[in-house]
């Protein structure tokens, strides 16, 4: 069974700074990764997805990168904002059979000060 | 529509009672999930639809959560004799292809059950 896990489970940065939000996965047979931003309360916002083929993904200050081999992907954001503040997800969708449904970890609560 | 929309943004029902949560996903898209997300997870998932049927009921709990899509658009999530564990945010998406297209999810239900 995938299982997907997100560290840290909650960061707090001063604005500007630089950050990586890491996520972690079991089983390498995955068809794609995907970040998603959560805002307290509303639904999920796709941010970037990367097939397993490919080795990163870039979105403006968000760069995305898949290891597939080492279960790894990390999300980077560059020059924080305060409205960056959110809960980051990753979820992985598998390489086996027709399954289409994602697994998700629980996510990384990300706090940017002023 | 622009985005996947679900109704009723909010629902608080009695222990006991029968609810419908009703889903619209983007227009043309033909694949449409459900997802629940308890507070602090990150979604589980509950269902898959290609058009009309249903390709993946595994993540349903069991035989009180029930989901239908009847013209291959809008689909009804429906739970009977709701318990209080069933107070979550339940999440819809969907996406263009049954395989690795992005999933858009919309802004979500939260039922709770008294």
């Known amino acids: 069974k995938q299982e997907v896990t997100q560290i840290p489970a909650a960061l707090s940065v001063p604005e500007g700074e630089n950050l990586v939000l890491n996520c972690s996965f079991t089983?390498?047979?995955?068809?794609?990764l995907q970040w998603f931003r959560q805002d307290p309360g509303k639904g999920l916002t796709s941010l970037l997805l990367i097939q397993s083929s490919q080795r990163e993904q870039t979105s403006g200050r968000l760069n995305a990168s898949l290891d597939k081999s080492s279960g790894r992907s990390t999300l980077y954001i560059a020059a924080s904002q305060p409205g960056d503040s959110a809960t980051y997800l990753c979820a992985v969708r598998p390489n086996t059979g027709t399954a289409s449904k994602l697994t998700f970890g629980t996510g990384t609560r990300l706090q940017v000060t002023l | 529509g622009a985005g996947v929309s679900q109704t009723p943004s909010n629902k608080v029902t009695e222990k006991g009672k029968y609810v419908e949560l009703r889903c619209d996903p983007i227009s043309g898209h033909t694949a449409l999930y459900w997802y629940r997300q308890s507070l602090g997870q990150g979604p589980e998932f509950l269902i898959y639809?290609?058009?009309?049927?249903?390709?993946?009921d595994s993540g349903l709990p069991n035989d009180r959560f029930f989901a239908v899509r009847p013209e291959g658009s809008v689909s009804t999530l429906k739970i009977q004799r709701t318990e209080r564990g069933d107070s979550a945010v339940y999440l819809c998406?969907?996406?263009?292809?049954?395989?690795?297209?992005?999933?858009?999810f919309g802004p979500g239900t939260r039922l709770t059950v008294l």
């Open positions: 089983d390498s047979a995955i068809y794609n």
């Open positions: 998406a969907s996406s263009a292809l049954a395989g690795g297209d992005e999933q858009f």
């Open positions: 639809f290609q058009g009309t049927g249903a390709a993946d």
